[in-house]
């Protein structure tokens, strides 16, 4: 788009004051005078953001109205990216159904909405009815988010709960399919998350403590208070998070506890949910399972002796004990068995070798295996869950950075493969018109780094692109070359965008995770430089013609590469970054830190991890250097990554850096770590980030909108 004539000018940068502090350890004085940012009372602004300190306020409100200011041109811009990814969306768009008994269980969309429907219809067709109308329970409330749902075994009663402050603490209530009215019952500041008993008159939960960790499992019984339900379990280590689920075969609810590095199982019997939850393997350090059931046999994914790539054995249920484990699908170094799951006659497991993925699946009368594979360079392959056990059917999903998600119901048994649903795209999209490759970057050791990249098919390989480089890099997350609508957006307008697998996720397997941790973790900082680089060397861009991209944990990332290595970035994008590294470990009354322990290194303890932290960690070691244009994006309510992070961390850029830039900080002042609710309004941030990536690479300006 052309600059409006009426541009307004931009302000003058806000300025945050010095309030000088310091604090002292291991014989090191770290500075940090931006402190006065994290609001004393921060517990209670998560709950309830209008008792936000004054002072911060108007900081936060004055930064907004700096980046309006500068990015306020490319408004128009914005809109036209908003109406394109829109246009991408199929507005009424439903799920494949999936039976249960005499139903199918569906979610949708109405036309114009932005919040789901719940429904189900008889599973051999029929009339659809729908219980839950996300958009309608949204109207009440600024904010509004879904947290779990699930029907009771007797199909009567449908459990569901709500965030409604962005706090991500869901209250939980209970709905009549008959009457569509709600019980009385209330349940509130849990993780949102339900498992019913089999008689239908109670279910298990979550609660969350002061400090938003997870760490109670409560029974609550219909058609009494939240004060009378019954404390079930409690973990004792605060670095541990506890969370429930269905088993496979839906026979118990699985307490799920664990840290990054260790994790233990517990079921419930839900035919007798009186009983005490009995425990499967005692916790060993770095040791992780976790189970599957059919019958009186265990089937266990784990690392156990020294697996590092995991493998799944099996015990019997009476006697779960680590010493009876025995192997079935022993460990293979560099396959990595991401998951599994059982069906009644069969084993299903989810592979990835070399960034690909594969479904393996296993007769278990015959133990004969077959795989399911697609050909494409990169793609994203995932099992979808049934809430049957006693069939030979497996749902999965298909997509790459070019193919929209395809849906597939698969015969376990005879192998045949049928298509139940194919993204569209009513605004039209043809893959012919888009390539999908895979390019290796060598990092400063010798890695080979995988680079999955998308560009147009009449994309001219000289350089001149510019390029959107996205990476995230931590807690062994892999990032999928899926489908993503809103990226053609961009490289309908020339980029190029490419995700980097850097060490910290385990897109080469459960070592590539352990090789960007604690003191490895630089190298997922190299590995994204050496990606950039690599890019430029094959042109595809060239220096300053890229854009950084990650949040939260790649939020640390894109602060790090800013600081080490912003010589090849034109812009830095950084949503809900993870920037004050070292403060947040610090201060284990936060509800993320002492569970981050394992991935980041215990400072309060270890000097040596102190030490490590410090050398890295974005905030502190802001450098009177040029910077690149930076956004970042934080949201007021985020139990996460704190606001004061990304805000701290700006104050600081600003007052530190020689040259470059300029700053920019957007706070959503009411909502957290996922954004804006509701799918349209997601749209209005990822169209704020795209018109800075266009700006920063002086797109936004020539009518190229």
């Known amino acids: 788009m052309t600059q409006a004539a009426t541009k ?9 004051p010095r309030r000088p502090h310091s604090f002292a350890r291991y014989g090191i004085t770290v500075r940090d005078d931006y402190a006065w940012l994290k609001d004393e009372n921060w517990q209670e602004v998560l709950r309830d953001p209008t008792v936000l300190d004054p002072d911060i306020r108007t900081y936060l409100e004055a930064e907004n109205a700096y980046t309006e200011s500068l990015l306020g041109h490319t408004d128009g811009l914005q809109k036209q990216l908003v109406a394109e990814m829109r246009g991408r969306i199929k507005e009424d768009d439903s799920s494949v159904p999936s039976p249960d008994g005499p139903y199918a269980y569906f979610r949708k969309f109405r036309e114009g909405g932005q919040h789901e429907m719940f429904g189900r219809i008889p599973r051999d067709g029929g009339a659809e009815k729908i219980v839950l109308d996300g958009d309608a329970l949204a109207s009440q409330h600024e904010y509004f988010r879904f947290g779990g749902s699930r029907h009771s075994p007797d199909h009567r009663l449908q459990a569901w709960s709500a965030d409604t402050k962005g706090s991500e603490y869901f209250s ?10 709600d019980l009385d019952d209330l349940v509130e500041e849990t993780d949102g998350g339900v498992v019913w008993s089999k008689d239908c008159k109670s279910f298990f939960y979550v609660k969350l403590d002061d400090n938003h960790r997870p760490m109670q499992v409560w029974r609550h019984r219909l058609g009494t208070r939240q004060t009378g339900d019954t404390l079930i379990y409690e973990e004792q280590d605060p670095g541990w998070f506890t969370h429930l689920h269905e088993s496979t075969s839906g026979r118990f609810c699985v307490i799920a506890g664990g840290d990054h590095e260790t994790s233990e199982q517990r079921l419930i019997d839900l035919e007798h949910p009186d009983a005490p939850p009995r425990l499967v393997a005692a ?65 299903v497991r989810l592979e990835r070798a070399n960034a690909l993925a594969s479904i393996i699946i296993r007769d278990l009368e015959t133990n004969e295996e077959h795989a399911i594979a697609f050909d494409e360079a990169a793609y994203s392959l995932d099992t979808i869950g049934s809430y049957e056990f006693d069939t030979t059917n497996l749902r999965f999903s298909y997509s790459s950075m070019t193919t929209p998600s395809e849906v597939y119901d698969y015969d ?62 931590s807690y062994g997350m892999a990032i999928p070359a899926s489908f993503n609508a809103n990226r053609l957006s961009l490289v309908d307008r020339g980029f190029v965008y490419a995700i980097a697998h850097i060490r910290g996720g385990t897109d080469k397997g459960w070592g590539w995770y352990l090789d960007g941790k604690r003191e490895k973790k630089t190298n997922s900082f190299d590995d994204f430089a050496a990606c950039a680089r690599a890019l430029c060397e094959t042109k595809y861009t060239s220096t300053r013609r890229i854009v950084a991209h990650g949040g939260s944990a790649g939020g640390m990332l894109m602060g790090a590469v800013a600081n080490r290595a912003s010589d090849l970035f034109a812009g830095i994008v950084a949503e809900v970054p993870f920037v004050d590294v070292l403060n947040t470990m610090l201060d284990d009354t936060l509800p993320l830190t002492p569970p981050e322990w394992p991935e980041w290194g215990n400072p309060i303890e270890s000097e040596k991890d102190f030490r490590t932290i410090l ?9 009177a250097k040029n910077y690149p244009a930076i956004l970042a994006m934080g949201g007021l309510a985020d139990p996460r990554v704190t606001y004061w992070e990304p805000a701290k961390w700006v104050a600081r850029l600003r007052a530190t850096m020689s040259g470059g830039g300029p700053v920019l900080l957007r706070t959503n002042m009411g909502a957290g770590h996922g954004g804006a609710s509701g799918r349209f309004k997601r749209l209005d941030e990822v169209a704020i980030v795209y018109a800075f990536a266009l700006w920063a690479v002086g797109k936004a300006e020539k009518g190229e909108a």
Not at 314 to 324: I, V
Not at 443 to 459: T, Y
């Open 283 to 347: 916790r060993e350090p770095n040791v992780q399972y976790s189970i599957a059931d059919r019958g009186d046999e265990l089937f266990i994914l784990t690392n156990a002796d020294d697996a590092i790539d995991f493998k799944i054995m099996t015990s019997p249920l009476a006697s779960s004990e680590r010493k009876n484990w025995r192997d079935l699908v022993p460990h293979r170094a560099g396959v990595y068995v991401l998951e599994h799951d059982l069906y009644a006659g069969h084993l």
């Open 615 to 623: 050398s890295y960690s974005p905030y502190d070691n802001v450098a």
């Open 412 to 473: 376990m048994a005879t192998r045949a493969r049928t298509l139940r649903k194919r993204q569209e795209i009513p605004s039209g999209h043809n893959p012919a018109d888009y390539v999908t490759t895979r390019v290796m970057a060598t990092s400063h050791d010798g890695a080979e780094v995988p680079i999955s990249l998308m560009h147009r098919r009449d994309f001219k390989r000289d350089g001149n692109a510019p390029l959107l480089l996205y990476g995230y890099g």
């Open 8 to 16: 307004a000018p931009a302000l003058i940068p806000p300025v945050a």
């Open 172 to 181: 939980i209530r209970v709905r009549d399919w008959e009457t569509g009215v």
